[in-house]
């Protein structure tokens, strides 16, 4: 099993009334820091010298390029992939002017050539109402708590024009998100400084971070099964990841290993605003 190798943690709503999701483009709930500007980073696959990196992609390896504002906002994210660093995925962020709050988020389908456009609506208070794609497949609204923090996602069913219920969220005494409810079911638990320290997905996944907030080990249960469905063996796949930082705090190289052998390498290079 490969590592499925992520530029951020798990998307938190950590002490502010925002919805979880939307936290995937906020830098300080990746838990990085330094007014950064642009991550370069490069997943090399199985590399077979962990020293001398290749200069060309390999067929699985991948690039990816994340621009920010000053706010810690994504405005921009480009991955590639193989030697001849083919465009397999480009997202851009819209904010108000404030920089912070999200409007607009376009994912560019590159086979299609189109592009998707999600667009987020507000109440007065700042409080995300609904999330709607342009063309009109699907819309999500929100409810929220009185300290105005979603409690739950809500959609219509195409087939019925049923109102359902997808996501529920709950949060702990600092405001965290501590559990996830819907298709995914995930609980969340942080250091005491705030950091957070797992995420577990049901009885399959968890994922262990350092204080740091970096991911340190993935865990996941794998089921096999025959073709009637009945599980005939069961096995967990632990990875576990080892890192290099620099001055500022942020990683920039990090190696993943199962059972003692490296797995993938992942080297970054950040640029930062001029505080």
């Known amino acids: ?3 499925i ?13 925002r919805p979880a999701y939307i936290a995937k483009s906020d830098a ?16 090399f696959d199985n590399p077979a010298d962990t020293g001398v990196l290749p200069a060309v992609l390999g067929r699985f390896d991948t690039y990816t390029v994340t621009d920010y504002n000053r706010t810690g906002n994504i405005t921009l994210t480009e991955s590639f992939r193989g030697p001849d660093s083919v465009r397999i995925a480009k ?4 904010y108000d002017p404030s920089g912070e ?28 109402t609904s999330e709607i794609e342009s063309n009109g497949l699907y819309r999500f609204d929100y409810r929220h708590d009185r ?35 819907g ?19 049901g009885r399959r996944s968890l994922d262990r971070y350092n204080k740091q907030g970096d991911l340190e080990a993935m865990a996941v249960r794998i089921d096999r099964k025959d073709r009637r469905g009945r599980t005939f063996e069961r096995f967990e796949v632990t990875l576990t990841a080892e890192y290099e930082y620099d001055a500022r ?13 490296v797995q993938s390498v992942a080297v970054r290079e950040i640029d930062y605003y001029n505080n």
């Open 1 to 3: 099993m490969k590592p």
């Open 5 to 17: 190798l992520l530029i951020f943690v798990t998307a938190l709503a950590a002490g502010c009334a």
């Open 28 to 43: 300080a709930n990746a838990w990085m820091s330094g007014g950064i500007a642009q991550i370069r980073e490069t997943v």
């Open 91 to 94: 997202q851009e962020y819209l």
């Open 101 to 128: 709050r999200l409007e607009r988020a376009l994912t560019h389908d590159l086979g299609r050539r189109g592009v998707v456009t999600l667009l987020y609506d507000y109440d007065e208070g700042g409080r995300l």
């Open 147 to 181: 300290q105005g923090y979603p409690r739950a996602q809500i959609t219509d069913l195409p087939e019925t024009g049923k109102r359902v219920v997808i996501q529920r969220y709950s949060y702990d005494g600092e405001g965290r998100l501590k559990r996830l409810r």
């Open 183 to 201: 298709e995914r079911d995930e609980r969340y638990r942080y250091y005491p400084g705030g950091t957070i320290a797992e995420v577990r997905g």
């Open 249 to 261: 705090g942020n990683w920039i190289r990090r190696t993943m290993f199962y059972r003692e052998q």
